[in-house]
Structure formats: C-alpha cells, structure tokens
C-alpha cells in the first residue's frame, strides 16, 4: 500500500505504513551502526598507555619509547641539524 500524504503534500504520520516504514528505517540503522562498529580498525597496540591515552612510562615500552623521544630531542638540537635548518642543506 502507498504512503498517504496530506494536502500539502507532505508524508502522513498517523498511518500506519509510515510507522512500519519509520520502524524499518530505525532498525536498518541499527543494523548499519552494528556493522560499523565491527568493522572498525583498532590501534595496533595499546600497550603502554594510561586510560587517558598518555604513554605510561612505568612500563617497558614506555621506557623504550620515551628513550627515543629524548634521542630525538637531542638530536633536534645537535650543532649539525641546527646548521641544517639554518641553511636548508
């Protein structure tokens, strides 16, 4: 049966093929949230971390990763990268 429409042309509410096709839809979005869902890519590791994202420096990986955040900041400061950046070699 054809959705009703009332005078002005708009879709009726109070019939009852518009709340069947209202259910539908709401049940097609669940479906579709569902899926998602599911199909969403996780991080590789989590490992590390503290419940607010921070790296957890108690932890071995988090040892190993601060250690190369320091080299990296040691590095940024080197003499030789400095003159890198100043002359753009």
Do not use: C, H
């Not at 108690?58 to 590095?75: L, S």
Request: hydrophobic letters at 35%; a positive charge.
């Amino acid at each position: 049966m054809a959705i009703q429409k009332t005078a002005s042309g708009k879709v009726d509410k109070r019939t009852k093929e518009y709340k069947e096709m209202v259910a539908r839809a709401k049940k097609a979005r669940e479906a579709q949230n569902k899926a998602a869902k599911k199909a969403t890519i996780k991080k590789s590791s989590t490992a590390g971390r503290r419940a607010d994202g921070q790296l957890d420096q108690r932890t071995k990986a988090g040892k190993e990763a601060a250690a190369r955040m320091a080299n990296a900041r040691k590095a940024k400061g080197s003499l030789k990268n400095k003159l890198k950046r100043f002359f753009g070699i």
